[in-house]
């Protein structure tokens, strides 16, 4: 039986994630170096769209949302991906949609 890092619950030791507070608790994997370029990307693609407030309702929320699937270790779809190509950054969606194949 191992202990989460997070809350101090105990959880079973094949248990990726806390039964109580939600945190990883297995080996979580570090980036790879095209999900970090792709973040800087994201976040250049909403300083780019700063001046007009349209844009930024989507352009912010995306990013955060790439930010959460990267840390958590977690997929984002295909359609996401896409959507950010359009309409946030090009460079940044390219990364995105190319990464997953050269990381296997």
Not at 9 to 19: F, G, L, W
Not at 42 to 58: D, E, K, N, Q
Not at 77 to 91: A, D, E, H, Y
């Amino acid at each position: 039986m191992k202990y989460c890092a997070n809350c101090g619950n105990a959880v079973e030791d094949d248990a990726t994630y806390c039964s109580r507070c939600g945190a990883p608790c297995g080996r979580v994997k570090k980036p790879s170096t095209l999900k970090v370029i792709a973040e800087v990307f994201m976040v250049l693609g909403c300083i780019s769209s700063g001046w007009a407030l349209i844009p930024l309702c989507w352009t912010i929320p995306m990013t955060v949302k790439y930010f959460k699937s990267v840390k958590e270790g977690r997929d984002v779809s295909t359609g996401f991906k896409v959507c950010s190509l359009i309409f946030v950054n090009f460079i940044a969606g390219i990364l995105m949609l190319v990464g997953d194949d050269i990381e296997d």
